[in-house]
Nanobody, 125 residues
Framework: QVQLVESGGGSVQPGGSLTLSCAAS????????IAWFRQASETVREGISC????????FIHDSVKGRFTISKDNAKNTVYLQMNNLKPEDTTSYYC??????????????????WGQGTQVTVSS
């Protein structure tokens, strides 16, 4: 059974930082691309960052470029999203996603094979 468990969300002031973690079980990170999405509206999730399984290539959406960084630790089967210089407009739920296809997940930002349950990030003074 595949599980993606996010953690690290919380409340922070504008300009602050948070690191989200996505702990994967039931899959190996070598075999799957992992992405971070966030809820952009009631029905739309926006892909913001992605990392490939085989070679660790990273993809970053323009909306967070220069502020967010994705990385992974294959030994811990965990992917991280370092978020710096957070803004109030970054407030929403963040979701981890896994898919066997790097192209589908990291370039098309398509709906993945697996979703995590999400973690809330609130940026407010």
């Amino acid at each position: 059974q595949v599980q993606l468990v996010e953690s690290g969300g919380g409340s922070v002031q504008p300009g602050g930082s948070l690191t989200l973690s996505c702990a994967a079980s039931g899959i190996a990170l070598d075999d799957y691309a992992i992405a971070w999405f966030r809820q952009a509206s009631e029905t739309v999730r926006e892909g913001i960052s992605c990392i490939s399984g085989s070679d660790g290539r990273t993809f970053i959406h323009d909306s967070v470029k220069g502020r967010f960084t994705i990385s992974k630790d294959n030994a811990k089967n965990t992917v991280y999203l370092q978020m710096n210089n957070l803004k109030p407009e970054d407030t929403t739920s963040y979701y981890c996603a896994a898919d066997r296809s790097v192209f589908r997940l990291c370039e098309l930002w398509s709906s993945p094979d697996y979703w995590g349950q999400g973690t809330q990030v609130t940026v407010s003074s």
